[in-house]
Structure formats: C-alpha cells, structure tokens
Nanobody
Framework: QVHLVESGGGWVQPGGSLSLSCVAT??????MAWFRQAPGKEREFVAS???????YYAPSVKGRSTISADDPFNTVYLQINDLKIEDTATYYC?????????????????WGQGTQVTVSS
C-alpha cells in the first residue's frame, strides 16, 4: 500500500542535465532521499531532504544538484547538472517517518524500484 515510484531516468550526454521525480503513495514521509547504485558498487547517498527543507548533498554532486519537494511532501525531485559518466547508475528514492535527514540506506524504510540513468557520449 505504501510505494515510492521514480521516473525521469534515461540517457544523457556528459555535461547535460536530468531531472528525476519520486512520488509517494499510501503515505507521506518526513524525510526522503535519493541514492544511486552502479554495477558492482555499494548503494551511494546522493541527496536528502526533510519537510523542514533541510537538505544534504553528497560531495560528488554538491554544487551541481538540487533536491526539492512539493508542499505536501509526497513528491521529491532531483536535478543534476553537468552530468558525468560517473553519475551512471540506478537511482533510488527512499523515505522514512523520522524527521531527521540521514545519509545511510539502512535508515530508510521504504524504497522505490529505481530509475536508470546512463551518461555517455
């Protein structure tokens, strides 16, 4: 009954931009985040945001990414500019009830299925 659905993934050339969205159904969360996972790699924190508009960014995307949300906080967005080949991964949306913004996957209760982002020439 509680689901997160990501969308917006696709193929992008290096230097381009991409916007992802995540819609929560069944409930809303107090804190949501984006993670990504490349083949053979551990799941990596990208960005997080809570209902109080507190945001955190991973060093790898800080300065070229923006996480935002709608007023009911049932939808979060992630925009990444100046995309690099290293950004290629499956991007996952995650949510949790707690208000605190956390950067570890284990802190989040609900996960989406992911959306693939491929950055290549």
């Amino acid at each position: 009954q509680v689901h997160l659905v990501e969308s917006g993934g696709g193929w992008v050339q290096p230097g381009g931009s991409l916007s992802l969205s995540c819609v929560a159904t069944g409930r809303t969360f107090r804190s949501m985040a984006w993670f990504r996972q490349a083949p053979g790699k551990e799941r990596e924190f990208v960005a997080s945001r809570n209902r109080g508009s507190i945001v955190y960014y991973a060093p790898s995307v800080k300065g070229r990414s923006t996480i935002s949300a709608d007023d009911p906080f049932n939808t979060v967005y992630l925009q990444i500019n100046d995309l690099k080949i290293e950004d290629t991964a499956t991007y996952y949306c995650a949510g949790k009830w707690e208000f605190e913004v956390e950067t570890t996957p284990s802190a989040y209760d609900t996960w989406g299925q992911g959306t693939q982002v491929t950055v290549s020439s």
